[in-house]
């Protein structure tokens, strides 16, 4: 048998040895024991040599090294017991609401392994989407600079050391006021706590805001015995005139207007919206306005009162020029027209304005319209008086106690010198601030409360509705929500905040036990619940409406008189910082304002001719800093740059409020001050920190008893200094290139609405000349030309119709620049803050940016009428106009199916997928910014530092800080130096997004996958999808005969469609 | 026996003998360095060091450090890649384009104008190194294989071929030079005393002996080399000026530039050689074998390469208005009526109108003019590339882009620095290398030295 084996392992098998056998028949053959094998003689008689023993050691040694060579290991360690809901990898999202006294809306909050890192809108709440302000306040959590607990004279402090001292001062015997000054308090629950503190202390609440309403509200008082602010029903405005309002990007509840007004600006409805805007600082509203007039702030009240006149008796108001009176008269026939779908604003707080303008209101039929005093906005209550008493009560020692919450007086109150007299003044003061900031640093106490994300909460915006706020993070430091403080504060904490918050929901609104825990997991899922109150009843006057003596009278005589000096001064609001209280945050100091695109600065806003009348800088650039100004109120003044503006009312000037935090030096936030050129802070002759931009706040006016946000008579001189301004554009106009920006009339674009792409006016198909007799004239002749779909040097990319083609559509005519899609687009991808001094050198690495190009008047055709040159009609036109249309254009890679970027990298590190998009593989890049120079977009990035590590970045970029690093995004690579990056159309978003639906077995469902800033868009403008989709909206959309490609005779055949600007004008737009 | 007309002005001049060129060119070898040398290869070697200390500097922190931006993604580094990269051209040209036509008078002028074009090449091979923003991977631009997948280069790209062309340029003129070098290295060593220098002549010249089956071998070598580089002088800086003419932007976009940049680098390739040689044949008096003769056909092929960029040009200029193009419009008359047209204007009257003085022929056989347009015309070319490179970009197709570039002091700091680099290699050769083909020069003594021209004609 053995013969005929056919396999065998050895020879000793084919031979059958003894020995082979004696092995195979033990199974398991006995080791050998230590002691046998030492015992054993023979060991001795071998030999190790020293050479032997040299190799042993050298390789003993060698491997011992290598082994020190290995990466560090970096053990992570799994949940002992895995927390439902969290899978690391998978996002959660929760429905929470966000306020801080200027912005409220409804948001989805997204967190990664328990950790929050994204904030979108709520989009099931129908309540408008949030803005830049909102969903960059994520960063402020994770803010090193935030208190990490309670602290007593500076020095941190015990909570119940605190409690008791609160306690004390607040007890029922001490004598003398005592005070709790909030914002105006939006949730039912903290109102609750608030007044029990009060009833059980002896304490009085007062709410104020440092942007205030109270204007608004007192003319809405005296008018209809409503002490409200009311909802504007922008959604159901036909035509709206606004006077100095912003409510596109500051003024009002931004977050519901902003969608509702765009909601009415789409051409293809058959009908648009119209807004006129009066006002002296270009606004984001005016730059979206279809008309808009620049007037002094002193006009405003004439204008109103003009309005008033023309709509109600015919009565054209005096005391404007010519030209203003036109522009009246034109608003007022279109109000009229309007009827009750018309709508008139006024961002004035002075309230005989306001009077007027509720009294125009009144007589277009709007109330019950577009004006909703039934549905009244429950936010904006500050109360002027009581805080103008609260000063003077504190300067005159007759305040023993203070608490503070939600406001920050010593720094946006106008007078604010005074309030920090009266609070070194008051025998005992407390703050719930999360930051030492200006007003906590001078209060005794700081008894901190939670980040927003941190807190449980509810709140109220309008009567019908209660919005939850949730935790999405377990509080980071010994912080306590100030809820519970105020619990803990009454003589006899009885209940934690949470139980207190559950219990107004169940005790107030709901008959008892209605309110189940599944009602209450429910409400906070959808993130509101509905309640069966208007709201409107709290602020009745006790006054029926009827019986309320009018001030209309006194207003427009009030108006009439008001005069301007040389100079007026108009304190605004920016788009990016609003009233301030995030001005430490770093991505939206470096989030350029939507008009003027310089960061990380407020300056003064100025009128061409007035800029040269003064003999300033008119062009801002790397090496061009700006003149500084000084602009005299009273016995105040302010020193700033100027930076002119086009649309700017001539014989006026801007100035942003929101700037100047931290001017004793308070740690509000790393990113708070100015830094030198190698990044260390800057230090003001006293060696302290240099706050970005001064505070405007102090300049307000007084108007009968409330703070009116302009001057009507001021000093502006030139200081003959300069200073640096750090814009990301310094080209304001298009040069007339077509191919990038197209935009028409609403009439033009009417007549021509089912015309074909190319036969529309408006929207040309560009042809490139050919040397065919393409039209079939018999003549070869510059008439023959082909569109640039038939030229093609390369290889079609297999894109169309195979698989996905991811693009994108974006819509000119309802873009209104806000940058909320900026700010979304830089947190969802990493993108690196980079300072003032960087953007100063033209190195922002925005990857979403919006382009703001205002028109000129002039043009190569006007030259040629003119017999003007070519040359010098060029130069007249990189100059804006006196008052400029403006065009926002957001501006991301194109991703080009014929990249122009793709051909040139050595290495390959961009390539094109095979689903449409411009890929970018960090990992490849050599960094040669062959690409970039290569884009005609100018939308590739290179990072030219080591942004995470180099020193310069160690104050602005998140990234250099412990603990602001953990906002970044996990799903996207942090750049290292030297490599290029861009748009990437959030592919992290697509692939999750496939992997969803290959689970499902289902093809990816339109909208499913959506891209940072498309989502954030508060007025749809962007777009996102499969064009390859033939249902998705992106494919019907860039279908329409209004979608065109940007820069189209290159050829390189763009994924990103843009949409032809449609403004509600009759005028032709001014060639730009 | 070669005989060359009478009319033809001799091109050794003076009463030499085989011996006189071999002293006059070997004797400042073997003698102590010169005062003058050293005060120079001081200074050369001091911006040098500074020049390496910005390179350290920006690769230790950053591209950041160069005054680039978003919009001027390339401005001093390319600028300098180009400028150096044209100045290497002339020397190549010398050696093997006039090598093949048989032009005598670059005996006298080759062997520098080579170890210019090696040291120029090498300047230039910096920048395409420094300007990556991570150069530790700069070797993926080779097509190496690799274990990244299957990664490899894009041929496509004009920066590959950069690649290509400079390496091989450079390794063919190194070459080139090295044989040219080797009987003149022999006679070196034969006359070296000092041992170590003896030995190291000795390792440098390969073992020449002078025997005719080596001279047969150097002859051939020669020729085969010059055909072999040729091409190349017409390669490298076509391939060069495809960076920018394969690219979209208005104003690299640019059919002509190819011989545009060829011809560039020539002028400026030559005005180098003027610059170099002037000051050489007199510091080692050379005169009688670098005179007025050799820089005025240097001065004549300037001319010529002058007019044909100055054509080129105004080609531009009528082509961007010509097409109707609105982008190329602009471009161009961005270029000389923008923000950055003092550059224009300065490119244009250094490259356009400067050398057409040489038209006359005072000027063309002066000393200082030429030494002076030599450097203006340098200055020119730096300039050249600088216009088409920052005013292309800083205005192209999207307005919100449009930026401006300033200079950064590492920018400067860099381009000064391998001007330092270059000077002391270069005075470096001037000290230890035979700067005269002095073999190949007594080849051409006979037919064309004063004394035995004067001879024959006396005959």
């Known amino acids: 048998m053995a013969q005929n084996k056919r396999y065998w392992s050895g020879l000793d098998e084919?031979?059958?040895?003894?020995?082979?056998?004696?092995?195979?028949?033990?199974?398991?053959?006995?080791?050998?024991?230590?002691?046998?094998?030492?015992?054993?003689?023979?060991?001795?008689?071998?030999?190790?040599?020293?050479?032997?023993f040299l190799k042993f050691m050298g390789f003993s040694l060698t491997a011992a090294t290598l082994a020190a060579c290995e990466t560090p290991v970096i053990k992570s360690i799994p949940y002992t017991v895995k927390p439902e809901e969290v899978t690391p990898g998978v996002a959660n999202h929760y429905a929470s609401t966000f306020y801080n006294g200027q912005d409220y809306g409804q948001v989805l909050v997204k967190t990664r392994e328990g950790r929050p890192i994204f904030i979108k809108s709520n989009g099931v709440t129908g309540r408008g989407k949030v803005g830049a302000r909102v969903n960059a306040s994520v960063l402020g959590l994770y803010d090193s600079a935030r208190l990490q607990g309670p602290t007593s004279g500076g020095e941190a402090a015990e909570w119940s050391k605190v409690d008791d001292a609160v306690r004390s001062a607040f007890a029922p015997t001490v004598a003398g006021r005592k005070v709790v000054l909030t914002n105006t308090v939006a949730s039912p629950s903290l109102r609750r706590a608030i007044a029990a503190f009060c009833s059980a202390t002896g304490a009085e609440h007062i709410q104020w805001d440092a942007i205030s309403y109270a204007g608004l509200r007192a003319a809405h008082r005296s008018e209809f015995g409503v002490d409200a602010v009311p909802r504007f029903d922008f959604a159901a405005a036909q035509a709206v005139v606004t006077l100095g309002a912003d409510f596109l990007g500051t003024w009002g509840d931004t977050t519901r207007q902003v969608p509702d007004w765009a909601a009415n600006r789409k051409p293809e409805a058959g009908a648009m919206s119209y807004l006129h805007a009066f006002e002296s600082v270009m606004s984001l509203t005016g730059s979206n306005a279809d008309v808009r007039t620049p007037v002094k702030p002193s006009e405003l009240g004439k204008v109103a009162a003009g309005l008033y006149g023309h709509i109600v008796n015919g009565n054209a108001g005096s005391g404007l020029d010519e030209a203003t009176s036109k522009a009246v008269k034109a608003a007022s026939d279109k109000l009229k027209a309007a009827g009750a779908k018309a709508l008139v604003v006024s961002g004035s707080n002075d309230a005989d304005v306001q009077v007027i303008v509720a009294a125009i209101n009144q007589a277009l039929g709007a109330y019950g319209t577009t004006v909703r005093l039934d549905q009244p906005w429950l936010l904006g209550r500050g109360d002027e008086e009581a805080m103008s008493?609260?000063?003077?009560?504190?300067?005159?020692?007759?305040?023993?106690?203070?608490?503070?919450?939600?406001?920050?007086?010593?720094?946006?109150?106008?007078?604010?010198?005074?309030?920090?007299?009266?609070?070194?003044?008051?025998?005992?003061?407390?703050?719930?601030?999360?930051?030492?900031?200006?007003?906590?640093?001078?209060?005794?106490?700081?008894?901190?409360?939670?980040?927003?994300?941190?807190?449980?909460?509810?709140?109220?915006a309008y009567g019908d509705r209660v919005d939850f706020v949730q935790p999405t993070i377990s509080p980071l430091f010994k912080t306590r929500a100030a809820g519970e403080s105020f619990l803990h504060w009454m003589s006899a904490p009885s209940t934690d905040w949470y139980t207190f918050l559950r219990q107004t929901w169940n005790a107030a609104y709901l008959p008892g036990g209605m309110f189940t825990d599944s009602a209450w997991n429910s409400a906070l899922h959808d993130g509101f619940m509905a309640t069966p109150d208007s709201g409107q009843a709290q602020f009745m006057d006790g006054v029926a409406p009827g019986q309320n003596v009018s001030r209309l009278g006194a207003a427009l005589q009030a108006v009439a008189k008001v005069a301007g000096g040389k100079f007026e001064l108009d304190l605004y609001q920016k788009t990016t910082l609003g009233q301030?209280?995030?001005?430490?945050?770093?991505?939206?100091?470096?989030?350029?304002?939507?008009?003027?695109?310089?960061?990380?600065?407020?300056?003064?806003?100025?009128?061409?001719?007035?800029?040269?009348?003064?003999?300033?800088?008119?062009?801002?650039?790397?090496?061009?800093?700006?003149?500084?100004?000084?602009?005299?109120?009273?016995?105040?003044?302010?020193?700033?740059?100027?930076?002119?503006?086009?649309?700017?009312?001539?014989?006026?000037?801007?100035?942003?409020?929101?700037?100047?935090?931290?001017?004793?030096?308070e740690a509000i936030g790393r990113a708070a001050f100015h830094t030198n050129e190698d990044g260390s802070y800057a230090i003001d002759a006293n060696s302290g920190l240099v706050p970005i931009g001064k505070n405007a706040f102090p300049l307000a006016q007084w108007v009968n008893g409330l703070p009116v946000f302009s001057q009507y008579n001021v000093e502006v001189t030139a200081t003959g200094a300069t200073f640096?301004?750090?814009?990301?554009?310094?080209?304001?106009?298009?040069?007339?290139?077509?191919?990038?920006?197209?935009?028409?009339?609403?009439?033009?674009?009417?007549?021509?609405?089912?015309?074909?792409?190319?036969?529309?006016?408006?929207?040309?198909?560009?042809?490139?000349?050919?040397?065919?007799?393409?039209?079939?004239?018999?003549?070869?002749?510059?008439?023959?030309?082909?569109?640039?779909?038939?030229?093609?040097?390369?290889?079609?990319?297999?894109?169309?119709?195979v698989g996905h083609r991811w693009g994108m559509t974006i819509d000119l005519t309802t873009c209104t620049g806000c940058s909320a899609c900026v700010t979304a687009c830089h947190i969802e991808n990493n993108v690196p803050v980079v300072g003032k001094d960087e953007v100063r050198r033209h190195r922002d690495m925005h990857w979403m940016r919006i382009d703001r190009f205002f028109a000129s008047d002039y043009s190569l055709e006007r030259g040629e009428e003119e017999g003007v040159g070519k040359i010098a009609s060029y130069r007249?036109?990189?100059?804006?106009?006196?008052?400029?249309?403006?065009?926002?254009?957001?501006?991301?890679?194109?991703?080009?199916?014929?990249?122009?970027c793709e051909t040139v990298c050595p290495v390959a590190a961009t390539t094109h997928s095979n689903e449409g998009l411009n890929q970018m593989t960090y990992n490849r890049c050599i960094g040669t910014r062959y690409c970039a120079n290569n884009c005609p977009y100018k939308v590739r990035r290179f990072n030219w530092f080591n942004y995470p590590g180099y020193k310069k970045f160690a104050h602005a970029n998140?990234?250099?800080?412990?603990?602001?690093?953990?906002?970044?995004n996990p799903d996207v690579t942090v750049r290292s130096r030297g490599v290029m990056e861009k748009c990437s159309m959030c592919v992290q978003r697509i692939q999750a997004g496939k992997l969803e639906a290959k689970k499902a077995g289902t093809p990816v469902p339109d909208g499913s996958v959506v891209t940072a800033c498309a989502e954030a868009c508060p007025t749809h403008a962007i777009q996102f999808g499969d064009l390859n989709d033939t249902r998705s909206t992106v494919r019907a959309v860039s279908e329409n005969n209004r979608a065109y490609h940007a820069l189209e005779e290159i050829g390189v055949k763009p994924n990103i469609f843009y949409m032809t600007k449609v403004r509600n004008t009759t005028t032709q737009p001014t060639q730009a | 026996m070669q005989r060359e007309a009478a009319i033809r002005e001799p091109l050794i001049l003076g009463n030499k003998t085989y011996k006189d060129i071999t002293d006059d060119v070997v004797g400042p070898i073997e003698g102590p360095a010169p005062m003058g040398w050293k005060i120079m290869i001081t200074i050369a070697a001091l911006i040098a060091v500074y020049g390496v200390g910005s390179i350290l500097y920006l690769l230790g922190t950053g591209i950041g450090v160069w005054g680039l931006n978003k919009t001027v993604g390339w401005s001093w580094d390319i600028t300098n890649f180009v400028w150096w990269v044209g100045i290497g051209h002339a020397g190549t040209l010398i050696s093997a384009v006039l090598l093949l036509f048989r032009q005598k008078w670059r005996m006298a002028i080759n062997r520098s104008a080579e170890a210019m074009t090696i040291f120029a090449v090498i300047m230039a091979a910096i920048f395409p190194g420094i300007h990556m923003g991570r150069i530790w991977v700069s070797y993926w631009v080779l097509p190496l294989p690799n274990q990244f997948g299957s990664l490899w280069v894009n041929f496509n790209s004009p920066l590959l071929w950069d690649v290509f062309a400079i390496s091989t340029y450079f390794s063919v003129s190194l070459v080139f030079w090295y044989i040219g070098l080797i009987p003149d290295f022999a006679t070196i060593r034969d006359r070296m005393k000092k041992p170590l220098a003896k030995k190291i002549y000795g390792f440098l010249s390969f073992g020449w002996s002078g025997r005719a089956k080596h001279w047969t071998r150097f002859e051939e070598v020669s020729l085969v080399l010059a055909g072999i580089a040729t091409p190349l002088v017409f390669s490298v800086h076509s391939i060069v000026s495809m960076d920018f003419a394969t690219s979209v932007i208005p104003g690299w976009h640019t059919t002509i530039f190819p011989p545009y940049f060829v011809s560039g680098a020539v002028f400026s390739g030559f005005a180098m050689v003027q610059t170099l040689l002037l000051i050489m044949r007199k510091g080692m008096k050379l005169e009688n074998y670098i005179h007025v003769k050799h820089v005025e056909y240097m001065n004549i092929v300037i001319i010529v390469t002058g007019s044909i960029v100055g054509v080129a040009y105004l080609t531009e200029l009528f082509i961007s208005w010509y097409s109707g193009v609105e982008y190329e419009s602009y471009a161009f008359i961005n270029r000389f009526s923008g923000p950055y047209s003092w550059s224009y204007w300065i490119m244009m009257t250094c490259n356009v109108i400067s050398p057409q003085l040489f038209w006359f022929k005072k000027i063309r056989r002066s000393l200082i003019a030429t030494f002076i347009l030599s450097i203006v015309v340098n200055i020119g070319m730096w300039f050249?590339?600088?216009?088409?490179?920052?005013?292309?970009?800083?205005?192209?197709?999207?307005?919100?882009?449009?930026?401006?570039?300033?200079?950064?002091?590492?920018?400067?700091?860099?381009?000064?620095?391998?001007?330092?680099?270059?000077?002391?290699?270069?005075?470096?050769?001037?000290?230890?290398?035979?700067?005269?083909?002095?073999?190949?020069?007594?080849?051409?003594?006979?037919?064309?030295?004063?004394?035995?021209k004067k001879s024959h004609e006396s005959h």
């Open chain 1, 389 to 460: 008493r609260l000063i003077e009560d504190m300067n005159g020692g007759k305040v023993a106690g203070l608490i503070v919450h939600g406001v920050n007086p010593s720094y946006a109150h106008p007078r604010a010198a005074a309030f920090n007299a009266g609070l070194s003044k008051t025998a005992f003061s407390v703050s719930t601030a999360g930051w030492a900031d200006e007003t906590a640093s001078r209060c005794k106490v700081v008894a901190p409360d939670h980040h927003w994300l941190e807190s449980w909460g509810d709140l109220q």
């Open chain 1, 724 to 801: 640096p301004l750090a814009t990301t554009q310094i080209q304001n106009t298009y040069m007339g290139r077509e191919s990038i920006v197209r935009e028409t009339t609403f009439d033009a674009y009417f007549q021509e609405k089912d015309a074909e792409k190319g036969k529309a006016s408006w929207n040309k198909l560009i042809t490139l000349a050919v040397h065919e007799d393409v039209n079939g004239d018999g003549k070869i002749n510059a008439q023959d030309g082909k569109p640039t779909a038939a030229f093609d040097l390369w290889h079609e990319h297999p894109v169309e119709n």
């Open chain 1, 876 to 900: 007249k036109m990189e100059d804006p106009a006196e008052n400029p249309q403006t065009v926002h254009m957001p501006m991301m890679c194109q991703h080009c199916n014929h990249a122009p």
């Open chain 1, 14 to 52: 084919l031979h059958e040895t003894e020995s082979f056998q004696a092995i195979r028949e033990q199974e398991f053959p006995a080791a050998q024991t230590v002691d046998e094998f030492l015992s054993d003689e023979r060991i001795d008689a071998t030999h190790t040599g020293r050479r032997d």
């Open chain 1, 958 to 968: 998140p990234a250099q800080d412990a603990l602001t690093r953990m906002v970044l």
């Open chain 2, 384 to 452: 050249e590339r600088y216009v088409i490179i920052v005013t292309s970009i800083h205005r192209d197709y999207n307005p919100s882009s449009w930026g401006e570039f300033h200079p950064t002091s590492v920018d400067v700091g860099i381009f000064i620095g391998t001007l330092g680099i270059f000077f002391t290699l270069f005075l470096g050769f001037a000290r230890f290398f035979p700067v005269l083909a002095l073999n190949e020069l007594k080849t051409i003594l006979k037919s064309s030295g004063e004394n035995y």
């Open chain 1, 580 to 665: 301030g209280d995030q001005a430490a945050n770093p991505m939206l100091q470096e989030t350029p304002d939507p008009l003027t695109k310089v960061t990380w600065d407020n300056y003064v806003t100025m009128a061409r001719v007035d800029m040269e009348a003064l003999g300033l800088n008119l062009y801002i650039g790397q090496e061009k800093p700006a003149s500084v100004v000084n602009v005299k109120v009273g016995d105040q003044s302010i020193e700033l740059p100027a930076f002119l503006l086009p649309g700017q009312k001539p014989g006026t000037v801007g100035i942003a409020v929101g700037y100047g935090r931290g001017a004793a030096g």
